[in-house]
């Protein structure tokens, strides 16, 4: 008789988080991460500075980075497959392939430009690609970056060839916000955490004066908050 009363009792626990919103993925509430749009000039928005980079290199550079996150995410984020991160990426490679060409094409002449020759502007652009993909590995900010991945991944299907710039000079500031450790928002109101504090009683599973077809009978046994 103990065990059906120990499911009864968690089961009404756990009905608490029943009610979350699907959307939630991970947290009830996540934190609010979305910031101004950026032009790629901001320290850190493109993983490294290029120096004497023009607005549309910059651009570029943009394109290149959501590009690698969204790929970073499609390897990365597996383990919730609602997110969809994988099948968004393949996704933006075909919609966006000419805008994506366009780019690396930019990036390209940019580092060829800013070399002293052919060769050192083809390993700067190397290095340039792989601290821009290790700088979206993440461990801390695991969820909160594959959350943030997953909606600019799904609106990305909904941006217009030619435009996938535009998303990311609009996202790409709080996709890099989401690389830090961020935890649960929610706090109830007049929410006091206590680690130590335990306020209610543990049912007397033991007592079957105090259960009455598997519930617990608060009339007889008193109640247990």
């Known amino acids: 008789m103990l065990v059906p009363r120990i499911v009864f009792v968690l089961a009404a626990g756990t009905g608490l988080f029943a009610a979350a919103p699907a959307s939630a993925q991970f947290f009830f509430k996540p934190a609010s991460l979305a910031g101004a749009p950026v032009t790629g000039a901001e ?10 980079a023009t607005p549309g290199e910059l651009r570029a550079a943009l394109v290149w980075n959501l590009r690698a996150a969204l790929n970073v995410a499609a390897l990365q984020c597996q383990f919730e497959p609602t997110l969809l991160t994988l099948d968004y990426y393949n996704a ?3 919609d966006h392939s000419t805008e994506l060409r366009d780019s690396y094409a930019a990036l390209e002449k940019y580092f060829i430009r800013t070399a002293p020759n052919k060769k050192a502007g083809q390993t700067e652009l190397d290095k340039f690609g792989t601290r821009v993909y290790s700088g979206f590995s993440t ?36 996709l890099r916000q989401s690389l830090l450790a961020w935890g649960e928002q929610f706090r109830p109101r007049d929410y006091r955490p206590q680690l130590f504090s335990v306020t209610a009683k543990i ?3 033991g007592n079957n004066k ?10 007889k046994c008193g109640p247990l908050g």
């Open 92 to 94: 933006s490679l075909k």
């Open 43 to 52: 320290p850190g928005m493109v993983g490294s500075a290029l120096p004497g």
């Open 210 to 219: 105090c259960w009455r077809k598997n519930a617990y009978d608060a009339k």
């Open 203 to 205: 049912p007397p599973f």
């Open 139 to 174: 461990v801390g900010g695991q969820l909160s970056f594959c959350q943030t991945a997953g909606s600019i991944g799904r609106d990305a299907l909904f941006t217009r060839r030619g435009k996938f710039g535009d998303l990311a000079e609009s996202r790409m500031r709080e």
